[in-house]
C-alpha cells in the first residue's frame, strides 16, 4: 500500500534527483524508497564491534610478563577457561 508525503528538499537537490531518476527510468518516489531500504537493511545487517573485532587480538609471553595493569588482564585472560557463545537464531 503506498502513502503519500510531503517533503521539503533544497529545489537544487530536487533537480538532481529527477535528472538521476531519469536517467534511472525511475521516479524521485522510488529513489526515496530504495535509499529507505538501503539505509535500514545495512543498519540491521551491521556487525557489532564485539563481532567485528573479537578474537583479533594476539597476545605473546611477553604480554604476559608485563608488570602493569594490561599485564594483569592478559595472565587473567589466559587462566580463565574459554567459553564458547551461543549464536543468535
Known amino acids: 500500500m503506498k502513502t503519500k508525503l510531503t517533503l521539503s528538499i533544497d529545489s537544487a537537490k530536487v533537480r538532481r534527483a529527477k535528472i538521476y531518476g531519469r536517467e534511472r527510468g525511475k521516479s524521485v518516489s522510488e529513489l526515496v524508497e530504495e535509499m529507505i531500504d538501503k539505509l535500514t537493511v545495512d543498519a540491521k545487517s551491521a ?5 567485528r573485532w573479537g578474537g583479533t587480538l594476539r597476545l605473546t609471553a611477553a ?27
Not at 67 to 72: H, L, Q, S
Open 47 to 51: 556487525k557489532s564491534w564485539s563481532q
Open 63 to 89: 604480554d604476559m610478563k608485563r608488570d602493569d595493569r594490561f599485564g594483569k588482564l592478559v595472565r587473567r585472560a589466559a587462566a580463565a577457561p574459554r567459553a564458547r557463545k551461543k549464536q543468535r537464531a
